[in-house]
């Protein structure tokens, strides 16, 4: 019996494609936690299964990133919220922010928001820009939004605000806060994730020496860009890594 028919009775909307989001997310949570960007049982990663966005799967309230399956993920409605009234929700930030996202971006088909340790780092200098001075900053080179008006928890007219501040990047830098990443894939989200954490790891190592910074000119970081968006199959490539790992490993996340 393949996985679609042992999940069938999960929900109406299933089909194939559906159960393969869940088993990425599921494994895109699992390497969230091996690589230390989870916070306690906080934070959420969404991805849309319909066409406007406005059905999407998330975490449930209370489940560690590390044991998360794919049956796990809650499929709820960003304009229904009824979608709280059960005993597993999802935070009540957590559907928040990513219904007003998937509303309000629906090309966004996966959003991941961490307080990843570098990254939210960077959102608590006053000037929270990343600079160009090695190859995984310059990816990242004109592809980050900053919002600089913090206002509290991620709720209401807080998540409205934070959803619209995004366009078209797929890094925003949520000062005094933390990251949120906004792909057209789980894994183009994820490989996103690490290597904006990454670049940052780099970035305030190099801060911590006080030594002056090698930063490159807008035009080689620009080319470095561009060079990154054109390389062939990298995201696919790294998350596939992830997953067979993960196949080996922990097999359970599927379930
Ligand atoms: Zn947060």
Not at 86 to 95: F, G, K, L, V
Not at 134 to 144: A, C, G, I
Not at 176 to 194: C, E, R, T
Request: proline letters at 5%; charged letters at 25%; glycine letters at 4%.
């Amino acid at each position: 019996m393949n996985k679609l028919a042992e999940r069938s009775d999960l929900d109406p909307h299933l089909n194939l494609s559906h159960w393969q989001q869940r088993t990425e997310l599921a494994c895109a949570f699992r390497w969230a936690a091996r690589l230390g960007m989870h916070e306690s049982i906080a934070n959420h990663f969404s991805v849309a299964v319909s066409a406007d966005g406005r059905e999407f799967l998330i975490n449930p309230y209370g489940t560690h990133f590390s044991r998360i399956k794919a049956s796990d993920l809650l499929l709820v409605n960003a304009d229904d919220p009824t979608s709280l009234d059960r005993p597993d929700a999802p935070d009540i930030t957590a559907w928040a922010l990513h219904s007003a996202l998937h509303r309000n971006q629906p090309q966004a088909r996966c959003i991941l928001h961490t307080h990843s340790k570098y990254a939210t780092a960077l959102a608590c200098l006053a000037d929270s820009r990343l600079p160009p001075i090695e190859q995984n900053s310059m990816r990242f080179f004109e592809r980050v939004a900053i919002d600089e008006g913090f206002d509290g928890m991620g709720l209401g007219d807080e998540a409205e605000r934070v959803s619209r501040l995004l366009g078209d990047k797929p890094i925003l830098l949520m000062g005094n806060h933390g990251l949120l990443v906004a792909a057209s894939s789980i894994a183009q989200a994820f490989d996103d994730l690490y290597y904006f954490e990454r670049a940052c790891e780099t970035y305030i190592t190099a801060l911590s020496t006080g030594l002056p910074l090698r930063i490159t000119s807008d035009e080689i970081a620009r080319k470095t860009a561009q060079q990154w968006l054109d390389y062939p199959g990298f995201a696919d490539k790294h998350f596939a890594a992830l997953l067979k790992i993960l196949d080996q490993d922990e097999p359970d996340y599927c379930h």
